[in-house]
Each structure stands twice: as structure tokens, then as C-alpha cells.
């Protein structure tokens, strides 16, 4: 069966197993638990070993276990957040999992109230590449160079400035820069028919690939 706290795909067997440790803690412990893995979430910090073995002292969970149940409420509440689950779904895929009612309701209550500040603090520090900021390109043409077997040959000098503060520059020959322009546009196409729709949106049409810019500055 797939579920969407997991992305549409199976729930993988190990939380299968966590969930009837999950059953035996009280639903308050685990209502408990689910708030402190929100707040160390929105903090952007690994899950309290220590504060949660404190919140589990009086039951029967052992070190191990007890990490394995952070481990758990963890994968949900990031997994439900991560694919926009709402609660009530979320409930009834706690449910299908084997979590009694009351716990399910016990995770979802603190998921649901920080569900959006969560999302948002995984934008902000999710993985992401750097982006382009800005780019320019010089054309030379070489009459002769002591670096070069052939004269009389025009060099493209590419220059790309990244939203992280890095420059990369580059310079390629002819042949070399007709290569790069056409995977450019092989890379661009793929990219249009993955996003698709994401152009339309606008009424326009998808931008053509090509060099902005100019001369390039210093």
C-alpha cells in the first residue's frame, strides 16, 4: 500500500515495526514527544536524546527504543510536511499503519498547528544548487599565440556570476563553444517538457536558450 506521508511510495519496513513501539507509549507521551520533534524541527537541530529519554522515563523504553520512536514521529511529521499532507489523511494513514485513533490524533494536533512554519524552514534550508545571478561573454578573435597551433581563431571567454558570491570564467574555442550551446539547449528542452505547464502559466511562451549580456565587466 502507498501512503503520502512517504511520497506516494511504500512505508518502509522499519517504521512498520516502530509503530507498534509507538502503540505501547501513551498517546500523551507521544503528543509529548511530537512537540519537541516540531520544535527541534523549527530549530533546525537534531532531536534531544537526553530531553526525550526524560519524557519517556516512566515507561518501559530503553535507550534504544526510545530513539527509534524520535526516529519514527520524526519521519512522519518531516514526511507529512515535506508532501503537504492534511491531517485529517494523515490520521487515516497513521491508522492503516496499525497507530491507534487517539495516537494518530496525538502526532498530528502539534503537526497541523506549525505544519506551515515547518514547510517553510525546509524551503529556506533545503538542499538547493546555486543560482545564476548574472553572466556575460567576450568575443576575441586570435590572429596568433604562442599557446595555440592554430591562428586566426575566435575565442568565446564566458563569464557566469552565482547568487553565492562565486564567479566561474571560462574561455572555449568554436568548436568548443558549439558543443556547450547545443547540451545548453538539449539541458533547456528537457527541462521544459519535465516542467511543462510551469511556462504557460505566464501566457508566454518558453524562454530560447542564448547568452545574456555582453561585454563582460570586470
Known amino acids: 500500500m502507498r501512503f503520502a506521508l512517504c511520497g506516494g511510495l511504500d512505508c518502509p519496513d522499519w517504521l512498520l515495526l516502530e509503530i507498534a513501539t509507538l502503540s505501547k507509549v501513551s498517546a500523551v507521551r507521544i503528543r509529548l514527544l511530537a512537540q519537541h520533534v516540531v520544535a527541534q524541527e523549527l530549530a ?24 527509534a520512536v524520535l526516529a519514527a514521529l520524526h519521519f512522519v511529521i518531516s514526511g507529512a510536511a515535506k508532501h503537504d499532507v492534511e491531517e485529517g ?41 546555486a543560482r545564476l545571478q548574472s ?7 586570435v590572429l596568433a599565440s604562442s599557446e595555440q597551433s592554430v591562428a586566426n581563431t575566435p575565442i568565446v571567454t564566458m563569464r557566469l556570476d552565482l ?20 547540451e545548453l539547449q538539449r539541458a533547456h528542452e528537457a527541462l521544459a517538457a519535465v516542467s511543462g505547464s ?21
Open 44 to 67: 533546525g537541530e537534531r532531536v534531544d536524546d537526553a530531553k526525550a529519554s526524560k519524557l519517556v522515563s516512566d515507561t518501559k523504553l530503553d535507550d534504544s527504543a526510545a530513539r
Open 89 to 129: 489523511a494523515l490520521i487515516d494513514e497513521l491508522q492503516q499503519l496499525g497507530l491507534p485513533k487517539e495516537h494518530a490524533d496525538a502526532i498530528c494536533r502539534p503537526y497541523q498547528q506549525r505544519r506551515a512554519a515547518i514547510q517553510a524552514h525546509a524551503q529556506r534550508v533545503g538542499l538547493r544548487c
Open 135 to 141: 553572466s556575460g561573454y567576450r568575443v576575441e578573435h
Open 163 to 182: 547568487t553565492t558570491g562565486e564567479r566561474l570564467a571560462f574561455a572555449v574555442d568554436a568548436d568548443g563553444f558549439d558543443v556547450l550551446y547545443a
Open 198 to 218: 510551469m511556462f504557460a502559466e505566464g501566457g508566454g511562451a518558453a524562454p530560447q536558450p542564448g547568452l545574456s549580456g555582453g561585454e563582460m565587466g570586470s
